[in-house]
């Protein structure tokens, strides 16, 4: 089996790294050369285009930023779709909203090509340890087909339905977490202005109903000042935005979401955008007020 790997940043360079190791024929492509690098140091071969592997790859993963940065690859620029051989697949691991992975399912089948919408669950560190959840949709017989090949780079892989199940559940996923991430921010601060130890306080928060796991992963970082992206700002703002979307596509109600998506706003206008999403603790300093990054 040949694979082509479009995207081997923090998340795709954990998945294809554990290709490699796993024994798969794999070359890469990424717009960033270091990125590529840290990649062949446990194998597999740099592509210096898509096309290197396009007409020969059986299976293409996507790992982009943004929904247009896809469309443009498979459809509109690059027309990535329309290179592959019949019977290959695309399986895409970015956080995209379900009209667009429906477009990409659609374009792909017109193609001969087959499509699965994998949005991952965590972050980089369970990426390169093979832990990375997977929550997968397309068409069961595409699924089942490339169901081993998932579990070769992931103890956990979870089949959701269509593409818009999957890439819909990853988005309602993240915009909980990222709100959640808003409300504990504002709450740690209230609790710190009545005089508890912070410390303390994130230890006895953890054993109430007030536990979250944001609490765990960005708790610490918020009472140590450590805002080193891991998930960055300004893919929050990002992702919470294509909730919001999604929400108004389904004619539902999502007035909290709307609402941090205004103070993602604000944190990216303050110059926090680069920085982790523990760093909206930064809003709700009304003594020390936001400098920008790293402040």
């Known amino acids: 089996m040949k694979i082509g790997f479009v995207g081997v940043g923090k998340m795709g360079g954990g998945l294809a790294r554990n290709l490699i190791r796993r024994g798969y024929d794999v070359s890469v492509f990424d717009l960033n050369q270091a990125a590529v690098e840290r990649v062949l140091e446990v194998g597999g071969k740099a592509a210096a285009s898509i096309t290197d592997f396009s007409s020969t790859a059986d299976v293409i993963f996507t790992s982009l930023p943004m929904p247009r940065h896809l469309t443009d690859l498979l459809i509109d620029e690059e027309s990535l779709l329309g290179q592959m051989k019949a019977g290959a697949v695309v399986i895409d691991v970015s956080t995209i909203d379900p009209s667009t992975a429906r477009r990409l399912s659609d374009s792909a089948s017109q193609e001969d090509v087959d499509f699965l919408a994998c ?7 369970q990426a390169e340890e093979g832990t990375q959840p997977i929550y997968a949709g397309g068409r069961p017989d595409v699924y089942q087909k490339y169901e081993p090949l998932l579990k070769d780079i992931s103890t956990s892989v979870h089949y959701l ?5 999957a890439t819909a559940f990853k988005i309602v996923s993240n915009l909980i977490g990222m709100t959640n991430a808003l409300v504990l921010s504002e709450g740690l601060r209230i609790g710190e202005r009545a005089g508890i130890d912070p410390v303390l306080l994130q230890q006895l928060l953890a054993t109430t109903g007030a536990d979250s796991y944001q609490l765990t992963l960005r708790g610490p970082k918020m009472r140590n000042g450590d805002f080193t992206p891991g998930f960055s700002i300004h893919l929050t703002r990002k992702d919470v935005g294509l909730g919001v979307g999604m929400a108004k596509e389904l004619n539902q109600p999502s007035p909290f979401t709307e609402l941090a998506l205004t103070y993602f ?3 990216v206008d303050a110059g926090l955008g680069d920085e982790d999403c523990a760093a909206v603790y930064k809003l709700f300093d009304e003594v020390a007020p936001v400098r920008g990054a790293g402040t």
Not at 161 to 165: A, I, N, R, S, T
Request: aromatic share 0%.
């Open 119 to 125: 949005p991952l669950g965590k972050g980089p560190a």
């Open 161 to 165: 339905g269509d593409v818009e199940q």
């Open 265 to 267: 706003d604000k944190a």
